[in-house]
Nanobody, 115 residues
Framework: QVQLVESGGGLVQPGGSLRLSCVASPRDFSIYAMGWYRQVPGKQRELVAA???????AIVESLKGRFTISRDHVKNTVYLQMNSLVPEDTAVYYCYADRRGTIYWGQGTQVTVSS
C-alpha cells in the first residue's frame, strides 16, 4: 500500500520560511515520481512541482527562486523548501506519488502566511 504523510506546515509571517516533508511508504520509492500541489478552499489544485523519479523535480516557473524540492531515498522523504513566503502562498499543500499514471495523495498540510 502507498502511504504519504505530509508535515511541516503552520503559521509563518511574510518573508519567512517553511520546509514541508512528505514521507512515503512504497516498497520501491525510487520508481515513483514525486511532486507537490497546493489548494485554496473553493479553488482548483495548483501544481507546485511536477513529479520526477529523481532529484531533478521541476518547480513551476512562477515559484522558482523561492521554492525548491529535494528527495532523500534513504529516508523515503520528499521535501519542499519554501522561502520568502507571501500571503498568496497560503494553501493546503499536498504531495503526490505517480507511477504510470496512477496517482496517490497525502492528506495535506496547512500553510498560512499572515502577519
Amino acid at each position: 500500500q502507498v502511504q504519504l504523510v505530509e508535515s511541516g506546515g503552520g503559521l509563518v509571517q511574510p518573508g519567512g520560511s517553511l520546509r514541508l516533508s512528505c514521507v512515503a511508504s512504497p516498497r520501491d520509492f525510487s520508481i515513483y515520481a514525486m511532486g507537490w500541489y497546493r489548494q485554496v478552499p473553493g479553488k482548483q489544485r495548483e501544481l507546485v512541482a511536477a513529479g520526477t523519479r529523481n532529484s531533478d523535480t521541476a518547480i513551476v516557473e512562477s515559484l522558482k527562486g523561492r521554492f525548491t524540492i529535494s528527495r532523500d531515498h534513504v529516508k523515503n522523504t520528499v521535501y519542499l523548501q519554501m522561502n520568502s513566503l507571501v500571503p498568496e502562498d497560503t494553501a493546503v499543500y499536498y504531495c503526490y506519488a505517480d507511477r504510470r499514471g496512477t496517482i496517490y495523495w497525502g492528506q495535506g498540510t496547512q500553510v498560512t502566511v499572515s502577519s
